[in-house]
């Protein structure tokens, strides 16, 4: 005689009033927390007399360097909007951000771009930021390219904006940036790789400088290579067009002098020092 068999009851089953409360609950509080960090944004209205000493960014850097042992020097001296050259704030605005004084921290069309960028990439390839953004970025908070992290960078450039005039805006993000290991600001960079001051700096110095910015630990604006020489080149001719270079400037003057910058070393130093 044949052994019936009953159907096999399914292993997965819905899940009961209890256990869709606790979900619920989960999601609830997981969102709580996300909008907690988005909206909560730090007072900003200190900069606009006190000089940052230090940054978010370079907290993490340093965190980084003891935990693999090893000790991370900082050079940062600030510098005023007067002391620092006109050739590198022209250099660093047509590398960066040649829309900063018309955007009101947000370049929405770059924005746009970066995003269909990321999507045909499938990963978070381009971030899009202006000046104000990486200002926000490099005070409070982290490399991360979190999506999360990218909203509250948008909310913090939008509060920058409403509290600090462009030119204070633009003054911290030159005495901020990063410019190799432990090297912060236009004054130390000025020192490590050219041996002068801020004030100093010459156009071709300048685009080097500003070509070294997007990956500053990757890229010597000393370094001669070939990459590097194409990005000071692209920055001089973008200075030239936008009438940032006087026409007696000739091509083979900065030529021989983009020779002279790429034969040279930096004198970098792991010292630190902070001026208010």
Not at 15 to 25: S, W
Not at 39 to 65: C, G, H, Y
Not at 221 to 237: D, L
Request: net charge positive.
């Amino acid at each position: 005689m044949a052994k019936l068999f009953s159907p096999q009851k399914s292993s997965g089953y819905p899940l009961g009033g209890r256990e869709l409360l606790v979900l619920a609950g989960f999601l609830a509080c997981l969102l709580l927390a996300c909008a907690v960090y988005v909206l909560w944004l730090p007072d900003v209205k200190e900069l606009k007399t006190k000089n940052p000493v230090e940054t978010s960014f370079m907290r993490i850097k340093e965190r980084q360097a003891r935990a693999q042992g090893k000790k991370l020097g900082r050079r940062l001296t600030w510098t005023a909007w007067g002391g620092i050259s006109e050739n590198l704030k022209h250099a660093v605005l047509v590398a960066e951000d040649d829309g900063f004084y018309g955007h009101k921290g947000v370049d929405w069309e770059s924005t746009k771009k970066a995003l269909e960028t990321d999507w045909k990439e499938k990963r978070f390839a381009k971030g899009g930021s202006t000046i104000t953004q990486q200002v926000a970025r490099n005070l409070y908070l982290s490399p991360s390219k979190n999506p999360l992290r990218k909203i509250k960078e948008l909310l913090i450039a939008r509060r920058l904006e409403q509290e600090l005039g462009k030119r204070r805006i633009f003054e911290i993000y030159l005495n901020i940036a990063e410019w190799g290991k432990g090297i912060y600001g236009a004054q130390a960079a000025a020192e490590a790789y050219f041996g002068k001051n801020a004030a100093d700096l010459t156009p071709e110095e300048s685009a080097a400088l500003a070509a070294a910015l997007p990956s500053p630990r990757r890229y010597n604006p000393t370094g001669g290579t070939r990459f590097m020489e194409r990005q000071k080149s692209r920055i001089v001719a973008r200075m030239r067009a936008s009438g940032y270079l006087p026409d007696e400037l000739e091509t083979e003057d900065l030529d021989e002098t983009f020779e002279v910058i790429a034969s040279s070393e930096p004198a970098v130093e792991t010292s630190t020092a902070a001026a208010n």
